[in-house]
């Protein structure tokens, strides 16, 4: 029953991973999805550790590949990149090396699913940032981390619906987009959701996906402005895109 099971979920598995951030994925999130997208809520929850095991597997797959992509992508010496783009650092999968349970809700099909999780790791990299300011204790931070993402107990989602409610609110605020963003979409400010809709209305309407290869986006100058690259690679595009969003509030 589980084998046949998860051999049936593997395909939608590896679809919602493979429109994930690696990096801020989590278990707990791709089985709600799962849930989401009609798989049985509690064959689900039976079969947990089965569906676990499968999820890290397709997870270790993927991140191969895409550190490969990155290896082809930028074939330059980490010496020579790590000036230009500090900011990435707070993306590392800290939390994914230490126990390979994977973990994170995101949805290819939908803007809005899209907007959501860059909602998330755009909340989490300002937290990060403010914390570091008050202290030079990254361990701690890294702790905090883990437990807020990769715990796979189903006892902490009532507190983590909280947290969800809690960022609502934030989620259709309107944010200031950087002149390179703003250049692309025409306008200065937008909701996160609307963001996401613009950018791949663009790329679709001018055909700019890689045909041998949908996970890549061929960019034209405008897109090569914000992004630094000629081909890039949708994770590489989640990631940068946060550093082209801020608050208002944030601003004094």
Known sequence: MAQQLVHRLSPLIEELLQAS???????KAIRKELIARGADKYEIKNFRAEIDDKITEIYNSLE?????????????SSSAKAPSSPSYSSFEPETVTRKRKIPVSVNEETDEQMARRLQGEYDDSRTRQQRSSRSARPAKKTRRKSQAQVDSEEG??????????????????ELLLSGALADLVGTHSLSRPQVVKHIWAY?????????????????????????????????????????HLRDPDDIA
Do not use: W
């Open 156 to 173: 902490n989602d009532d507190k983590n619906e909280d947290k969800k409610k809690k960022r609502g609110g934030a989620f259709n605020k």
């Open 203 to 243: 790329v679709k309407e001018r055909n700019l996906q890689d045909s041998n290869d949908k996970r890549y986006i061929l960019c034209d100058d405008k897109l090569r402005e914000i992004f630094h690259t000629d081909r890039l690679h949708m994770f590489t595009m989640n990631k940068i895109l946060v550093n």
């Open 64 to 76: 191969s590949k895409e550190a490969l992509a990155d290896k082809l992508e930028n074939p330059v």
């Open 21 to 27: 951030d690696l990096s801020t994925v989590s278990a």
